[in-house]
Nanobody, 124 residues
């Protein structure tokens, strides 16, 4: 099970970025993929997830601005981030957990595999 995150960068407030998480060694039909982020000096936190069933889940602060989706043919999960704010600045990580139940989705320790982080900086 391997994950490769990409797509980070520097963007002005109000701008957009799309992160990608390419999975290998497993099927998205069996694994939930979550995005987490860690800002400087803060704990890593849940951002969004797409379950193996296809349902999506978001942290309240990103609802309406971020959209998680998947392309099973490419075995890739995307995080479209719109209306970015300076407080969205963080290192973003994707993670995979097998057949996670709904209540497990926000908890980092439920995810068995992690990709390397990708830096997102929102600044004018």
């Amino acid at each position: 099970v391997q994950l490769q995150a990409s797509g980070g960068g520097v963007v002005e407030p109000g701008g957009s970025l799309t992160l990608s998480c390419e999975a290998s060694g497993f099927s998205l039909d069996d694994y939930s993929i979550g995005w987490f982020r860690q800002a400087p000096g803060k704990e890593r936190e849940f951002v969004a997830a797409i379950r193996w069933t296809g349902t999506t889940h978001y942290q309240d602060s990103v609802k309406g601005r971020f959209t998680i989706s998947r392309d099973k043919a490419k075995n890739t999960v995307y995080l479209q981030m719109n209306s970015l704010k300076p407080e969205d600045t963080a290192v973003y990580y994707c993670a995979a957990g097998r057949n996670l139940i709904l209540s497990s989705i926000p908890y980092q320790n439920r995810y068995a595999a992690w990709g390397q982080g990708t830096q997102v900086t929102v600044s004018s």
